[in-house]
């Protein structure tokens, strides 16, 4: 009986394939390089708990009652300093909002800026969750090539000259799926051709702190974030599960739409997490955490990409991110991605083949690898059991 | 630059009355009926301290790692053998979404059941977040008058007749904002049309374990929930703070969709919440601790209605509740509810004025008052300052 009723909105949601997959694969013998999982052993699990041991006894039934949609301010507070202090920009806790993660940051911005058939400019390959929370709303999504040090730039050009886009998406730092991170001169340049064509750039950079070599770039637009969207999340350098991302917006028309979307959305995000989380950021060096973090991940990309060397076969392209959570390597031309998932499940490995990351569907030769979540032994028996599918 | 490129969608989206007078009255001398916040000393603190360091210490890691989309399997799990217990549901855990709270349901519902200019029908007075959560979506929002006992089932009929209605929404147990309840006869003949139209039927029931009076209804879908959604929270009988409710639908298609669209909106609902939560529910006697909350709600709403009785004109009507959070009151024909509104906010009182809770803006005379957030002595002292405004 509900097959007919179906909105237009649901029926353009694409289903998301990692989610899919994950769910195939939460069995103990499978290697899984798929999900984007921060290693366990990074949480900081038993400062949270003395955080939330504090804040019950400090704040009592304020941390379990309603709240206000925007977040909690002292959160908002830390995160605008913190904003200050390592990229020098320029914002107050009243220009922030606390969304349930960054995934709700995406389906907001999807929801507040577009209409039916608006042109929208994505990187090719691009972030699945965006791809995904965008699509709900009809636009014209239109993938620019993402080169080694960002965006083909002429590409960009020309679609801002003929499409009137309502903003570019872009993952400026370690991006996902493919690790790359944008070069200065693009910076510049993406800056100041959003800017030119009046083009609002969302920006989002859930891996800008886990760096690992090379100096941080931070945003592009942090110099001036008047027409930007900045998007962050705590999940890669606290705790995922606890679902705490935040936007930063300027301009006052747009954060209060925002804003409204949000209270129509669910009211307020967790506000028992934001209060835990706002403890630990004040009571623990979150500097001190995210280099631990940093080496940690270091030596699990290191281990991945010295595996890939000695196990795949010479003509395998791969990135060599700086920072992150993911390797994108290409295989040999007449190799199918999807085929090779196929094969690796069976020996118990899993990956992302590239299909889902591009906005038309083909038959990739590309794939993504996650080093984050496997330990060292383990990282190299999966890429061992590839690279014999891959000969 | 913002201006132009705002959505039709958001467009769409009125921003909430109600939070906006919270936002205003957060002074300690303000006496809110206001909100629709629980009493805060019925969160019971100790217990969910207990629970979180319990969860921390017996599932480590995996409470702040990112996690399944529709919900932990242990919570839906309990929620499914209590919804068969108390009220003879046959559901399964596979039938149940965990939501972030009942607002991200109503937000799910409008996306993947709306399309712009289709008809959906509500209760008139309705319940404010999903008038909200559904205008976003553009629908025809067709209002049936609320008499004591439920709708009015001849409109209801009638606009049924001509519609094609995509779904029924309901609040069938003490109706916010009016503190109705729909009657067994009401309940059957609401039941029988919604079938006979192949509409579907929305139940949200977020106070029907608040029932300080008479015997407990339920759902009124409760014998057969197949061409209905059911929605359920948390907020008003553990804690709102930590956003967590829940969807039944036994529709495949439908759930699908309902959780692809959540994957969209925020991936899945706050983890360690959802442990701590399930913990707790398992480790205490949750039937008891709703006792406590009834009795409490019960002392407040007859000490409102009994100053009421003595400080408002007898020509007053209002609604005598038999659970849930609130009174609805009819003040004397000539006054509109607005002035009062602003008359009372510099006595230090406030309330929610009728009109939102209409779908066509009107001068509403009446009132909602909430009385399950104000000690007894603040009720009396409330009532008896708007009592002198209204005479």
Same mark, same amino acid.
Do not use: A, C, H, W
């Given at each position: 009986m509900f097959e007919e009723k179906i909105s237009q909105l649901s029926l353009s949601t694409p289903p998301s394939f990692i989610r899919a997959i994950l769910k195939t694969t939460e069995s103990k013998d499978v290697i899984s390089f798929a999900g984007g999982l921060p290693n366990p052993i990074s949480f900081p699990k038993e400062q949270l708990q003395e955080s939330t041991n504090r804040i019950i006894e400090n704040y009592g039934s304020k941390v379990f009652q309603y709240s206000q949609t925007a977040g909690l301010v002292e959160l908002r507070k830390y995160i605008a300093e913190r904003l200050q202090n390592t990229q020098g920009i320029q914002v107050t806790y009243d220009d922030i909002i606390i969304t349930t993660g960054s995934q709700q940051a995406l389906d907001l911005i999807g929801k507040v800026l577009i209409d039916p058939d608006d042109t929208i400019i994505l990187e090719e390959p691009g972030y699945l969750g965006a791809i995904q929370a965008f699509s709900q709303y009809r636009p014209h999504m239109c993938a620019i090539r993402l080169e080694d040090d960002g965006m083909d730039m002429n590409e960009l050009e020309n679609k801002l000259k003929e499409s009137n886009a309502k903003f570019i998406y872009t993952v /400026?730092? +370690?991006?996902? &799926? %493919?690790g790359l991170t944008y070069s200065p001169e693009k910076r510049k340049m993406l800056f100041s051709l959003a800017r030119k064509y009046n083009c609002i750039l969302v920006e989002d950079d859930p =891996? $800008?702190?886990?760096? +690992? #070599? $090379?100096t941080p770039y931070g945003y592009i637009s942090k110099a001036d974030p008047s027409g930007s969207i900045l998007l962050g999340t705590f %999940?890669? *350098?606290? *705790? &995922? $599960?606890?679902?705490l991302g935040f936007m930063v917006i300027k301009d006052d028309t747009l954060r209060i739409r925002i804003n409204t979307a949000k209270e129509a959305a669910d009211l307020h995000s967790n506000i028992f997490s934001q209060y835990i989380l706002w403890d630990y950021l004040t009571h623990n060096d979150l500097e001190q955490h995210i280099t631990k973090i940093r080496a940690l991940y270091q030596r699990q990309c290191s281990t991945m990409l010295s595996s890939m060397e000695t =196990? +795949? &076969? #010479? #003509?395998m392209k791969f990135t060599r991110p700086e920072g992150g959570m993911f390797i994108w390597a290409t295989l040999p031309e007449n190799m199918h991605a999807i085929e090779l998932f196929e094969k690796a499940k069976e020996k118990n490995v899993v990956f992302v083949p $590239?299909? /889902? +990351? =591009?906005i038309d569907a083909r038959n990739a030769n590309t794939m993504r690898l996650n080093f984050t979540n496997s330990d060292d032994e383990i990282i190299v028996e999966g890429i061992k059991r590839l690279g014999e599918l891959i000969k």
């Open positions: /400026p730092n +370690f991006q996902n &799926p %493919s =891996y $800008g702190d886990l760096r +690992f #070599e $090379g %999940s890669k *350098t606290v *705790t &995922p $599960g606890m679902r =196990y +795949f &076969p #010479e #003509e $590239g299909n /889902p +990351f =591009y």
